[in-house]
């Protein structure tokens, strides 16, 4: 039977997880292998533990796209069916803001690919910021013609950033030397203590594994569609993270990986020549900005769920004449130009380091949230068999989260504490509106 008209105009399976696995692999494993040097060759266990962890996650958000296969909004959608407004409130801010924190360092890793070809980027912070301006508006502008769209760019630029990964991957593994393996821990601090901070850091290379289930409703057949892109999109992007992850590590010496701003296009030369830099890099930034177009993508629809549900102003409702939700894209790029803009003087492995830990403090909420809604959803609607693993696969989950929130850092956790409490008087002013008029 063909698709209908309207089903056409929404994403199907390959188009939902390259929306995932778009989103995951941008700027998290880019400048990685640098950002975790210091840490030596334990960072590859930080790898596993993040992946393990993130497993329950999906497990988590793939289990609640069947339990509200049309919720839009994703963690935002799951937490207030769960836990009420207010927690589902704080889900939506926090999960609007991580998006614009991790747009920005998404961002960052994209002009560090373009420096490849481009020095003056590396150089100057004013053609950086310029580009990186240039960037974030032109997808605004893409993704503002319509879900499929962006969606269609979403599927191209996954493709092509995929290949070159593979191949410094695969290539990479007749290169190594274990001696770059050494030290195994070279934090200065306990086995554990390492561990945590490089499971940690990896973990934001796992953010967007819930990005299938934002936009439910513009995804065809969500009750089997959603599920599937979230454990493929996972899959796909495991193997990536950790095969590529070793191969370079085991390519370049740990001193020069500290210090390295395109840590994979240095291995691509060790592998396949000095021209190979220039064509890792162009891959890179495909990725980068693949990744934040699938990010942009879902800028709109986060805050138009919350707006829909009158806990956001009703200006983020409004639709263009693509169906786009295009207030929330335009503010959301406005802040992502900001936080990208506001720090370019610190370097950008170490900015990048920075965004990373606050984006992934404003999402771990979201996801900490959702695992316990799960069981909460599940009650609502008698859904008693399975209970005790359903009990099980929620506890993991939200105790991953919240390890995984302990270990961000006390700064991270201090800045992005005040940016989730800034949210409030927000609330209370819209609460107070929408009790007015009842």
């Given at each position: 039977m063909p698709a209908s008209s309207s089903e056409k105009n929404k994403l199907g399976l390959w188009t939902s997880t390259s929306l995932v696995v778009g989103n995951m692999i941008g700027a998290g494993v880019f400048l990685m292998p640098a950002a975790m040097a210091s840490y030596g060759s334990i960072g590859l266990?930080?790898?596993?533990?993040?992946?393990?962890?993130?497993?329950?996650?999906?497990?988590?958000?793939?289990?609640?796209?069947?339990?509200?296969?049309?919720?839009?909004?994703?963690?935002?959608?799951?937490?207030?069916?769960?836990?009420?407004?207010?927690?589902?409130?704080?889900?939506?801010?926090?999960?609007?803001?991580?998006?614009?924190?991790?747009?920005?360092?998404?961002?960052?890793?994209?002009?560090?690919?373009?420096?490849?070809?481009?020095?003056?980027?590396?150089?100057?912070?004013?053609?950086?910021?310029?580009?990186?301006?240039?960037?974030?508006?032109?997808?605004?502008?893409?993704?503002?013609?319509?879900?499929?769209?962006?969606?269609?760019?979403?599927?191209?630029?996954?493709?092509?950033?995929?290949?070159?990964?593979?191949?410094?991957?695969?290539?990479?593994?007749?290169?190594?030397?274990?001696?770059?393996?050494?030290?195994?821990?070279?934090?200065?601090?306990?086995?554990?203590?390492?561990?945590?901070?490089?499971?940690?850091?990896?973990?934001?290379?796992?953010?967007?594994?819930?990005?299938?289930?934002?936009?439910?409703?513009s995804v065809a057949n969500p009750e089997k569609t959603i599920p599937r892109a979230t454990l493929l999109g996972l899959l796909i992007a495991t193997l990536v993270y950790i095969l590529s992850s070793f191969s370079v590590i085991g390519i370049i010496p740990a001193e020069a990986l500290k210090h390295s701003v395109t840590p994979f296009a240095d291995a691509a030369v060790v592998i396949y020549g000095s021209n190979a830099r220039y064509w890792v890099s162009a891959g890179i930034a495909i990725a980068a900005f693949g990744s934040l177009n699938g990010w942009t993508l879902l800028q709109g629809q986060m805050p138009f769920a919350i707006a829909s549900d009158k806990l956001f102003p009703a200006a983020f409702t409004r639709k263009n004449k693509k169906g786009v939700p295009y207030v929330g894209i335009l503010v959301s790029s406005v802040m992502v130009s900001l936080f990208m803009s506001m720090n370019y003087t610190k370097g950008l492995v170490e900015q990048f380091r920075f965004l990373l830990l606050l984006s992934l403090l404003s999402i771990l909420i979201p996801y900490l949230l959702s695992a316990a809604s799960y069981l909460i959803i599940r009650v609502k609607q008698k859904q008693v068999d399975g209970l005790t693993g359903a009990v099980i696969l929620a506890i993991l989950a939200f105790g991953y989260a919240l390890w995984t929130i302990a270990g961000t850092g006390k700064e991270a956790v201090y800045y992005g504490f005040l940016l989730l409490m800034g949210g409030i008087p927000f609330y209370v002013w819209l609460a107070y509106k929408k009790n007015s008029r009842d």
């Open positions: 266990l930080g790898w596993v533990f993040s992946a393990i962890g993130s497993y329950f996650l999906a497990k988590v958000f793939s289990n609640l796209s069947k339990l509200l296969p049309h919720a839009t909004g994703g963690p935002y959608a799951y937490t207030r069916n769960g836990l009420g407004d207010f927690a589902g409130f704080l889900v939506a801010w926090g999960y609007y803001l991580a998006v614009a924190c991790a747009n920005a360092a998404i961002t960052i890793s994209f002009v560090s690919a373009l420096s490849t070809f481009f020095p003056v980027l590396a150089s100057s912070a004013i053609t950086a910021i310029a580009t990186g301006l240039c960037t974030i508006w032109l997808l605004t502008y893409i993704n503002t013609r319509g879900v499929v769209t962006g969606g269609k760019v979403q599927l191209v630029t996954t493709i092509l950033k995929v290949t070159p990964l593979i191949l410094v991957a695969i290539g990479g593994l007749f290169f190594i030397q274990a001696k770059n393996f050494s030290p195994f821990n070279g934090s200065g601090t306990t086995i554990y203590g390492a561990l945590t901070a490089t499971a940690t850091m990896t973990m934001f290379a796992f953010i967007g594994i819930e990005s299938a289930t934002v936009p439910a409703g």
